[in-house]
């Protein structure tokens, strides 16, 4: 599509906001089974408020009669901009899905200023036959930015959302006056229905939150990836936690999941699809573990990542350290204990000799 072409419709389909507070517009969700057969929910929040906040979207679906929930938090929005979002929901099974109304939480976030970073319009942003987008953005503030992420509605010829694109690049950092470029793909499935993009937005980098159960203990932690990943649970022994993740896109990436340290003897080992891998594991400057490792482009993934102690398996091993001590002190004892005694032994036969 020609610049000129895009920019003409990306005037005349702008972002609008209306009179409301934090929202989604209906014309603007959409669910979908992408094109790894994964139910996928893809909108925009519009935050017409006038402070920034940071949104948590709740997406109910009617999977067959059953109501399945998938709680995502976003970048923060600042006001009279639109943050795009896609969720993949994997544990609707059923093809006979209704996608409810879903629901807005907000938190007033008054620790971000706006950047001004922007996309360029001029012949560098182009939409390629097979769907896919490049482009660039150049950051025309006076504060290096990081951690940014480019995010796109994507539509069809009758101006309908059909995706929703973000950047698959991990851009670190962006100077003053710098310019990078920047890729998106739409999923497979819709690529060859791709018209355009609009309401571009740019976020922090989103670290999306999971939880998991570990017998009765919320287990925290959080992931950083173009990829989506859902939990599929703890072992019996709390030691080994199995994800389930999903790219969609043909372009390999990157998952750093972060975990709350209970030992700094935990040393973690993970399997994808049940064989191992090259990862890398490290400790942030907050004590916190990070478990890295590459993901592979239209892939979804059975991960397991073991390695992981409970408070439980300290304690045990504090226990036993100090059994082992104690253990220890006592065989120091008792040999010293018989070679007191050996000692007197002498000394009273000496005194006796002498007598």
């Known amino acids: 599509m020609m610049l000129s072409a895009l920019v003409a419709i990306l005037g005349s389909f702008t972002c609008i906001t209306a009179y409301a507070d934090v929202w989604i517009p209906d014309n603007e969700l959409v669910g979908y089974f992408d094109s790894s057969g994964v139910y996928t929910v893809v909108g925009a929040v519009k935050n017409t408020e006038s402070y920034a906040v940071t949104p948590t979207v709740n997406i109910l679906v009617n999977d067959g009669g059953k109501t399945v929930l998938a709680s995502h938090t976003l970048p923060t ?9 896609k969720i993949h929901m994997p544990q609707v099974r059923s093809h006979n899905v209704v996608l409810e109304s879903p629901s807005i939480k907000f938190v007033k976030d008054e620790t971000k200023m706006p950047s001004n970073i922007q996309i360029i319009y001029d012949k560098t942003l182009v939409k390629h036959e ?15 930015e990081y951690n940014i992420k480019v995010y796109a509605l994507i539509h069809a010829s009758d101006h309908s959302v059909i995706d929703v694109g973000k950047n698959i690049e991990k851009i670190e950092k962006i100077e003053p006056g710098q310019t990078v470029d920047f890729t998106m793909y739409p999923d497979p499935l819709v690529s060859s229905e791709v018209s355009y993009y609009s309401c571009f937005a740019i976020g ?3 670290i999306v939150p999971l939880y998991a159960m570990r017998g009765e203990e919320r287990f925290d932690f959080r992931y950083d990836s173009t990829a989506s990943f859902s939990v599929i649970g703890f072992d019996s022994t709390g030691s080994s936690l199995s994800i389930y993740g999903i790219n969609s896109f043909k ?3 990157y998952v750093n999941f972060e975990f709350p340290r209970t030992s700094d003897s935990e040393k973690f080992d993970v399997l994808v699809n049940e064989k191992p891998i090259k990862f890398i594991q490290s400790l942030d400057e907050e ?8 993901v592979d482009g239209a892939s979804q993934n059975n991960i397991l990542i073991s390695g992981f102690k409970s408070q439980n398996n300290v304690q045990q091993e504090q226990t036993g350290l100090a059994s082992d001590t104690q253990g220890y002190l006592a065989l120091l004892i008792i040999p010293a204990a018989a070679a007191i005694s050996v000692s007197l032994y002498l000394r009273q036969r000496k005194l006796k000799a002498k007598a």
């Open 130 to 144: 097979d769907g896919h987008l490049t482009g660039k953005i150049i950051n025309h503030g006076n504060r290096t």
């Open 251 to 253: 372009v390999p990436t």
């Open 204 to 206: 922090d980098e989103t």
């Open 287 to 294: 004590g916190n573990w990070h478990v890295a490792f590459d």
């Open 77 to 85: 929005v600042f006001p009279n901009k639109d943050i795009p979002f």
